[in-house]
């Protein structure tokens, strides 16, 4: 029998460098960032119900369930269920920090495309979950797609690429930044030449929000310059979270025991393949040997 339910880790992502080159008509930035994934991860399980509906548990703080990613993601996937009565019940289990820059909410989004696309039997293809997942949030293609990518245009046009895969410490402090407002400073750096990709590789890591996130968050610029003694700091996004790359997890773990209390820490390690891509395949691949055993265990017609 088909199994009904899928339990999916929905990981965060690093941006390893961000130059914006330009702004465009509807007031977005067009961008140039590598996207990497990291093995700190949200867990999200899915079971197939046939009333409908869409119950996810326990609820986000602050977040109603309409503007919910992993509710609009299910919502915008809807349509496309081989049967209409498909509803799902959701439990998320929230382990990454929400405004810190590593794409929680984006890569939730992503998960529950990929989840729902397997439990109401959609059959969409990566394109055109990518496709809806774009409508959802600007990050949430590359979580789709599941390579880690150069990505261009506001985040959608994206190229897999191989960066290393170093660990990292990263440093989220007491703040919560606001995208919008950062994108709105007029002094932000909006005019950084584009790249080529073979150079996107080669670079240090400039983050162009790093010196507007830093004004409007004391947090952030504390955290940066206590960090700065250690290594080579790095904002993901728009922050709040910093992150520094290391050779060895014995280093980025002596680091880690120092940082003040009152910032999260955590040691993780650069992913060019996306966990929730790692689970899914496993699940298929479970999926088609227990289809395949029960074809053979039916008595010849
Ligand atoms: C900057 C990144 O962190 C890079 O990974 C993300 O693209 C931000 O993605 P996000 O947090 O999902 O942000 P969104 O919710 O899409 O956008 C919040 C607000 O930031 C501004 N915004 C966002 C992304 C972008 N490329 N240009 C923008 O100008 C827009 O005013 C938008 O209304
Ligand atoms: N399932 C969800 N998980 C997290 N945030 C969600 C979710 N659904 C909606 N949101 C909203 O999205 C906002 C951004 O959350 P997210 O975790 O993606 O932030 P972020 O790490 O700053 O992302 P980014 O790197 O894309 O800027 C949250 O403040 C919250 O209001």
């Given at each position: 029998m088909t199994n009904h339910s899928i339990s999916l880790p929905s990981p965060a992502k690093l941006n390893l460098f961000l130059h914006i080159t330009g702004r465009r008509n509807d007031g977005y930035h067009e961008l140039q960032t590598i996207f990497q994934f990291i093995n700190v991860c949200d867990q999200l399980d899915f079971t197939t119900t046939n009333d409908a509906l869409v119950h996810i548990l326990p609820a986000i703080k602050g977040v109603p369930l309409e503007e919910n990613l992993i509710y609009k993601a299910a919502q915008a996937l809807k349509p496309f269920?081989?049967?209409?009565?498909f509803g799902a019940n959701i439990s998320l289990k929230k382990r990454l920090p929400m405004g810190?820059?590593?794409g929680g909410g984006s890569s939730n989004a992503a998960t529950t495309l990929l989840a729902l696309n397997q439990l109401w039997q959609c059959d969409l293809s990566t394109d055109a979950l990518a496709n809806i997942g774009r409508h959802l949030g600007a990050d949430v293609p590359v979580f789709v797609r599941g390579n880690a990518a150069f990505a261009e245009g506001i985040g959608e046009l994206l190229t897999p690429v191989e960066p290393e895969t170093p660990f990292y410490l990263l440093v989220k402090p007491d703040c919560h930044v606001a995208t919008g407002q950062i994108f709105a400073?007029?002094?932000?750096?909006?005019?950084t030449p584009p790249i080529r990709i073979a150079h996107a590789l080669k670079l240090s890591g400039q983050n162009d929000c790093l010196e507007v996130v830093k004004k409007h968050n004391p947090e952030v610029n504390e955290a940066f310059e206590w960090l700065q003694d250690y290594g080579d700091v790095k904002l993901t996004g728009t922050g709040a979270c910093l992150f520094i790359a290391y050779n060895t997890i014995e280093d980025a773990e002596r680091v880690r025991a120092s940082v003040p209390k009152k910032w999260q820490t955590w040691v993780c390690q650069g992913c060019n393949v996306s966990p929730t891509h790692l689970a899914l395949n496993q699940w298929i691949k479970k999926q088609k040997s227990l289809r395949l055993n029960s074809e053979l265990s039916k008595p010849d017609e």
């Amino acid at each position: 029998m088909t199994n009904h339910s899928i339990s999916l880790p929905s990981p965060a992502k690093l941006n390893l460098f961000l130059h914006i080159t330009g702004r465009r008509n509807d007031g977005y930035h067009e961008l140039q960032t590598i996207f990497q994934f990291i093995n700190v991860c949200d867990q999200l399980d899915f079971t197939t119900t046939n009333d409908a509906l869409v119950h996810i548990l326990p609820a986000i703080k602050g977040v109603p369930l309409e503007e919910n990613l992993i509710y609009k993601a299910a919502q915008a996937l809807k349509p496309f269920a081989k049967n209409e009565a498909f509803g799902a019940n959701i439990s998320l289990k929230k382990r990454l920090p929400m405004g810190g820059g590593i794409g929680g909410g984006s890569s939730n989004a992503a998960t529950t495309l990929l989840a729902l696309n397997q439990l109401w039997q959609c059959d969409l293809s990566t394109d055109a979950l990518a496709n809806i997942g774009r409508h959802l949030g600007a990050d949430v293609p590359v979580f789709v797609r599941g390579n880690a990518a150069f990505a261009e245009g506001i985040g959608e046009l994206l190229t897999p690429v191989e960066p290393e895969t170093p660990f990292y410490l990263l440093v989220k402090p007491d703040c919560h930044v606001a995208t919008g407002q950062i994108f709105a400073d007029k002094y932000l750096t909006r005019d950084t030449p584009p790249i080529r990709i073979a150079h996107a590789l080669k670079l240090s890591g400039q983050n162009d929000c790093l010196e507007v996130v830093k004004k409007h968050n004391p947090e952030v610029n504390e955290a940066f310059e206590w960090l700065q003694d250690y290594g080579d700091v790095k904002l993901t996004g728009t922050g709040a979270c910093l992150f520094i790359a290391y050779n060895t997890i014995e280093d980025a773990e002596r680091v880690r025991a120092s940082v003040p209390k009152k910032w999260q820490t955590w040691v993780c390690q650069g992913c060019n393949v996306s966990p929730t891509h790692l689970a899914l395949n496993q699940w298929i691949k479970k999926q088609k040997s227990l289809r395949l055993n029960s074809e053979l265990s039916k008595p010849d017609e």
